[in-house]
């Protein structure tokens, strides 16, 4: 038997009194990108059965109007993500590091916008 934790599902799986369990897909998170980005950006999140689903369905969804050329779907129990009350901890080493910083270079007049 297939849990929900697994991301695979039987149809056939029934709950203990003997009727149908009702199905819960997994959660996709959907990225597309632009047709004059370089970067994909996220959109949005959607429930379905496999990834090519939820491709087809993000296409449906959020590409109605021929805005996308690329999507992608990560399944959201697949993403590792910081918690914001690390952010102290996490962020606070980069501050030491100045030349990171644009603020640390000069940048010629002739070289323009950057």
């Not at 590091?97 to 002739?110: A, L, M």
Request: glycine share 8%; net charge negative.
């Amino acid at each position: 038997m297939s849990s929900p934790e697994s991301g695979s599902y039987d149809a056939t799986e029934a709950a203990p009194h003997g009727k149908p369990r009702a199905i819960e897909w997994p959660l996709w998170e959907v990225f597309i990108r632009g047709q004059h980005g370089l970067s994909h950006r996220h959109v949005g999140s959607l429930h379905a059965a496999d990834a090519q689903s939820a491709i087809k369905n993000a296409r449906d969804v959020y590409t109605r109007r021929n805005e996308g050329v690329s999507i992608w779907v990560v399944e959201a129990s697949a993403i590792a993500a910081s918690r914001p009350e690390e952010k102290g901890p996490l962020y606070d080493p980069s501050n030491d590091k100045v030349y990171r910083h644009p603020t640390f270079f000069d940048i010629p007049d002739d070289v323009g916008a950057m």
